[in-house]
């Protein structure tokens, strides 16, 4: 059975940092992408990046140069470092996994098999 768990979120203030972390069970995850997405009340699921086995990375435009990417394949654990963070990052944090191969649409919810359970993040002003 494929499990994500999330952790690390909680409550900073604006311009602090944060590291989620992203633990993966029941599968090997070193060859496959491994993306966040987040959602705010009342708003769609977003896209925050996404991290390609080979160590590639690709973020949203609303957090890029701000937030990283980062994986241990041996650890089975992906990560997201946010820094400078902003009162419109409050959202709750996913990671998810996609299991099929390719895609050219990596930003899109659909496009992912498993799903974690998420973890608030809050940055108050």
């Known amino acids: 059975q494929v499990q994500l768990v999330e952790s690390g979120g909680g409550l900073v203030q604006a311009g602090g940092l944060l590291r989620l972390f992203c633990a993966a069970s029941?599968?090997?995850?070193?060859?496959?992408?491994m993306a966040w997405f987040r959602q705010a009340p009342g708003k769609e699921r977003e896209f925050v990046g996404v991290?390609?086995?080979?160590?590639?990375?690709y973020y949203g435009d609303s957090v890029k140069g701000r937030f990283t990417i980062s994986r241990n394949n041996a650890k089975n654990t992906v990560y997201l470092q946010m820094n400078s963070l902003k009162p419109e990052d409050t959202a709750v944090y996913y990671c998810?996994?996609?299991?099929?191969?390719?895609?050219?649409?990596?930003?899109?919810?659909?496009?992912?098999?498993?799903w974690g359970q998420g973890t608030q993040v809050t940055v108050s002003s």
């Open positions: 998810a996994v996609r299991t099929r191969g390719y895609s050219n649409s990596w930003s899109t919810v659909r496009e992912y098999d498993y």
């Open positions: 029941g599968r090997i995850f070193s060859s496959y992408p």
């Open positions: 991290s390609w086995s080979g160590g590639g990375t």
